[in-house]
Each structure stands twice: as structure tokens, then as C-alpha cells.
């Protein structure tokens, strides 16, 4: 597996749903270090780095999110994989 380093934007009703805790979990779940925080503008940010198949299944959830969020549009940026983080945060 090669390791992948991805800069989402993701928008619809995303915010006040837990989507970012759900995230965390997902993360977490496929071994999927990064962040991810809310933006003024309604949309939830977030940078995934891990394996390509890993990062692949946290993105496939983004399309859905949690049970009361309706995702519009996931927009992704690929980066250059830096292997900077240990964790998964929820920033706030």
C-alpha cells in the first residue's frame, strides 16, 4: 500500500449533526491520522493521512456521514503525504 495525504471540504448539512466526532471514529477505525474542524461558511474541513485503501474508506464514508447529516459535495485535494500527524484530532 502506498500512503496517501488528502485536503477535504466537505458541504450539505454537516454541521451540528456530530459529523466530526463520527469522523474521528472512522478514522480511527481504518489506522487514518489528521484533523478535522468545522469552517464558518457551514462546511467541515479535514486532512487524512494513511494508507490509500485506508484514506479511501474514511472519504467513502464522508460521502455519507452520520445518520442525520446530508452531504452535498465532497471536494478533494490531493497533497504530498508528510507523515505528520500521530493521531486523529477534532478541532474546535
Known sequence: ??????HLFISGKVQ???FRQAMKVAAKKNHVFGWVKNLKDARV????EGDDVNVGNVVEWCHAGP????VDDVEIRNEKYKN????????Y
Open 16 to 18: 451540528g449533526v456530530f
Open 45 to 48: 474541513e479535514a486532512v487524512l
Open 67 to 70: 445518520a442525520n447529516a446530508r
Open 84 to 91: 505528520e500527524f500521530t493521531k486523529f484530532d477534532v478541532l
Open 1 to 6: 500500500m502506498t500512503k496517501q495525504r488528502l
